[in-house]
């Protein structure tokens, strides 16, 4: 059974910072995170190949950084100079065993955590 817990989601001022960890049990050659906002469709933020190579969506490039320390099983997002405009719930997502990352969208990917809210103000 594969299990993603995220964590680390709060509430920050306009500018602020904040660094969501998603522990997994079992590793995946491609895992990601992804966002939704009330009423709005869900959005691709991240993800990265077991290579350690990345991409991520338009709205947070240059902003945040994926990364995964593979010995102790966690995914991190570190989200900076956050936006109100970033406000969602993230969730943490592994792609089937097998397969490498393609394009950052959700029909792509399988397993899916539980979510964490990031809330910012103005």
């Known amino acids: 059974q594969v299990r993603l817990v995220e964590s680390g989601g709060g509430s920050v001022q306009a500018g602020g910072s904040l660094r969501l960890s998603c522990v997994y049990t079992?590793?995946?050659?491609?895992m990601g995170w992804f966002r939704q906002a009330p009423g709005k469709e869900r959005e691709g933020v991240a993800q990265?190949?077991?290579?350690?190579?990345?991409n991520y969506g338009d709205s947070v490039q240059g902003r945040f950084t994926i990364s995964k320390d593979n010995a102790k099983n966690t995914l991190f997002l570190e989200m900076n100079g956050l936006k109100p405009e970033d406000t969602a719930i993230y969730y943490c997502?592994?792609?089937?065993?097998?397969?490498?990352?393609?394009?950052?969208?959700?029909?792509?990917?399988?397993?899916w955590g539980q979510g964490t809210q990031v809330t910012v103000s103005s």
């Open positions: 990265i190949n077991r290579d350690g190579a990345t």
């Open positions: 997502a592994a792609r089937s065993l097998g397969r490498p990352c393609s394009s950052l969208v959700d029909s792509n990917y399988q397993t």
């Open positions: 079992y590793s995946r050659n491609c």
